[in-house]
Every structure is written in structure tokens, then in C-alpha cells.
């Protein structure tokens, strides 16, 4: 076990003393100028990207768009720009090149015509596929799991979420070693494509992947270990958790509530992830944090890989489960964010549902229409085309009837609610720290 991780000097270029330039080159960012953060990105910079879907024959039209709008938005998020969607339904994906050998051609026409430099689909591809494809497209081949491990990448700030990124990045790469030499030739100025290297430099390069893969795995562990002595040192106060699909609005709500009270201490625990904190809300003192957003088809290895960050999760007393409303599949997505709880052992948890976004919420939306989806066969029925959602009050008082925990309505942006949002989390807090402190109730003249 290493007794200095975590002061080991790290140049981007070189991370990886002993590997070969090939394993160097493919552990990093795909999208190298790709970050969210990165302002100063002007669109001649962006890469310009291609998807495509498969879904199968009973998807409805719709819900295959809300997919690809996801999938856009995903990759815009990682840097790169949509220039073109392809769809083709099908009953099973292709085994070799996952779409059938019409819609490759014509994905070949239009990346070779447009100059593309990547495309995207929006499921995972078996690692003879992904080699077959790029064998064929000649451009950056990405899967849904490698897309989201990249923007994890390109977010992670913390070294225990950098060392997480770092570990899926090479769990993905590992058993993809063979396949991924077509365009490397290329980008050493190889020209016409040879033949890979032999099986001994795969071989080293394979163990020099499963070395760092262990070499990670033992750096997590002791971030796990210093993660529980800070813990301990935590002991005392009722832990909240924002929980939720991405982009609902857990961190505006992360803000609001250790912001915009006068007694929250808007202090970080300096030893922790900055995403945890302390916030005093009506003389209720309790932690506060923030946590990765789960997203539809998250691969599990990455799950796997996140264990550190989700232990704020597992660990968690109450856990604010944040939805988007406004989202035509805001259904679909508690779903996902229910079944990931269940995946990482916390789905037994008290739970407060909070719908956000009500600001943003229209009834009379017509179910996940745009007019820039590029489906010339798009027709949807006409239920499902004019489709009208029930109103906020109807959805309210549906939630409310169903659910076991408390249900609340907020807008975050618009400050709707928002006491209210304070008073329930008061009363919920409250009752939890009675139970689990039952000899320090008097926190309140404490404080
Ligand atoms: N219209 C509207 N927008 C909101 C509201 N709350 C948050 N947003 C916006 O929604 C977007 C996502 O908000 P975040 O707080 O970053 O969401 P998140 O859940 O933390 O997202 P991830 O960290 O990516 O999983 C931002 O652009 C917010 O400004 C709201 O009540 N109404
Ligand atoms: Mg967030």
C-alpha cells in the first residue's frame, strides 16, 4: 500500500510514470478544451458532434427525443457542439457496429461531409463495437458511459473526486486496450493504418492499467479512512443530504439555505468536500450537503467508482429528494434517483420531496416537442402531441396523498415557498435530532 498518496507530484502530461505513451494518451479528457467552466471556449474551438440514438421499436417518438435532448445536453455540457441527430429504430442493436449497415453509411456521409469529429451514442458500446466503428467513421467514437465519466472529469475538484474520476477512466479503458489503436496510429502521423502493436505491448500496457487501477483503489482507501475521522468529529448534529436527477437545482437550493439565513453558518469544514455545511435555520443547527446529480443509465462502475462522495448519501439522516417539474419526464427521473438509492443501500431513508421549478412549470406543454429535432418522421398521435399536464394543484395534492413523507412545491430561483421549505425542514430536523441526541435537545439555548 502507498504511504505517500496523496503528495504525489502530478504534471498532466505525465501522470502515469511507466506506462506507455498509449496509456498515457487515453486515460485523460476526450474532450481536451471541453470544460463547462472554460468561458473563454469560443465555438471554433468546440468540437462539433454527431448522435445517435437506437431505440427500439415501441419507444415513443417523444420519449426518444426527451433521450437525445438529454444527450445533447450532455455533451454541450462537456464542451462539444450537436451538429446532427441519427435515429434508427430498431429491434436489437447491430453486434458489430451497433446500427445497421444503411444508417453507418449514411452517418459516414454526413460525418465526412461535415467534418464531425466525434459521435456520440447514446448507449453503451461493447468494446468490439466501439473498434469496429471507429475502424469505419474514422473519428472519435463515444459511448454514454465514456460521455459522463468526461464531464465528471472535467467538474472534479476535490482530490477524492479527481482520484474517483481518475479510477473510472481506467476501469473504462481496460478491457477497450486492444481497440483503441486506429486513431492513435493516426495521431502519431502514421497516415495509412497499420497494424496494432503486439500482444507484449498490450500486455504491459494492461498491467501498468490494472497497477494504477489497485494504486487508486488504495488512495480512495485512505480518504475513506480520513473522511471517517472527520465524521466522528461531526457527531452531534442531524446530516441532511440534497439528493436528485441533474440539473434540478440542488446546489440553488444548497445556496439559498446556508446563504440566505442570517444563522447559517456559511463556513466550509475545510477537511471535508466543500459541499458539506453547517447551516442553523431557526436556531436548528444540522449539515447540509450537496451531492452528485444521478442521471438515466449511470454506469454502474461509476457508481462503483463514487462510493467516497456517495457515502454522504448512506450516511445522511434525511435525504431532500430535489425534482424537477418542470421537466416533461420528471416521473421517469424520481424513478432513476429512487432505483440509484436502492443501488448504493440507501433507499430506506426519511425523504422530503421537493419539487423545484414550479416557476418554469406549464401545464399546457405539449409533451417534449422541438422543432429542432431533426426527425422528418416526426408525427406524433395526438394524445400524445397536445398531451395536458395536470396542474401544480392537482400534482400537489396527487404527491401529497400518495406519499408517506412531507411533499412541498418551491421555485429556488423565484424564492417561492421558500419559508415554508425552512419551516418544514425545521420541524423534520428537529424531530430527528430529538431522537438521535436526545441529551443535547437544549440546543436551542445552546446556540
Ligand atoms: N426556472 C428555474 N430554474 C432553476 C430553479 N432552481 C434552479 N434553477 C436552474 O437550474 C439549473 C440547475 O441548477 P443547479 O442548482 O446547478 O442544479 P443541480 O441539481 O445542482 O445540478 P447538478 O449539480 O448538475 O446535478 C441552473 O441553471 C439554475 O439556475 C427554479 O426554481 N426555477
Ligand atoms: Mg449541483
Known sequence: MSNNSGSKPRQNSTRHPGATDTVKGRAGRILAKGNKDATYDTAQEQESAVLVAVPDKRQPNTTTQEYLD?????????????????????????????VGEGKLAEIKAFVNHSGASMVIFDDDLSPSQLRNLEAELKVKIVDRSLLIIDIFASRAKSATARTQVELAQYQYLLPRLTGLWTHLDKQRGGGVSQRGPGETEIETD????????????????????????????????????????????????????????????????????????????????????????????????????????????????????????????????????????????????????VFNKIDQYNPEAEAGLDPEGGFEDMNPHEEEGTLIRPTLDQLQASYMAKMHDPVIFISAQERENIDELRALLVRKVGELHRQRYPNTLEYDEAE
Not at 444527450?71 to 457496429?97: C, H, M, N, S, Y
Open 206 to 353: 494492461r498491467r501498468v492499467v490494472r497497477d494504477r487501477i489497485s494504486f487508486l483503489k488504495e488512495k480512495l482507501k485512505d480518504f475513506d479512512k480520513q473522511s471517517v475521522t472527520q465524521r466522528k468529529s461531526r457527531t452531534g448534529l442531524v446530516r441532511v443530504a440534497l439528493v436528485g436527477y441533474t440539473n434540478v437545482g440542488k446546489s440553488t437550493i444548497m445556496n439559498l439555505l446556508s446563504r440566505s439565513d442570517v444563522f447559517a453558518e456559511n463556513k466550509l469544514f475545510a477537511t471535508v468536500d466543500s459541499t458539506v455545511r453547517k447551516v442553523v435555520l431557526d436556531t436548528v443547527p444540522f449539515l447540509l450537503s450537496d451531492t452528485v446529480g444521478f442521471i438515466r443509465k449511470l454506469p454502474t462502475r461509476l457508481i462503483e467508482s463514487f462510493k467516497s462522495t456517495l457515502n454522504e448519501i448512506r450516511e445522511a439522516d434525511l435525504l431532500m429528494h430535489v425534482v424537477d417539474i418542470s421537466h416533461p419526464s420528471f416521473e421517469e427521473h424520481i424513478e432513476v434517483v429512487n432505483d440509484t438509492l436502492k443501488d448504493i443501500g440507501a433507499a430506506d431513508k426519511p425523504i422530503l420531496l
Open 70 to 98: 438529454e444527450l445533447a445536453f450532455l455533451t454541450e455540457t462537456a464542451g462539444a457542439q450537436v451538429v446532427k441527430r441519427f435515429v434508427q429504430r430498431l429491434e436489437k442493436p447491430d453486434i458489430r457496429t451497433f
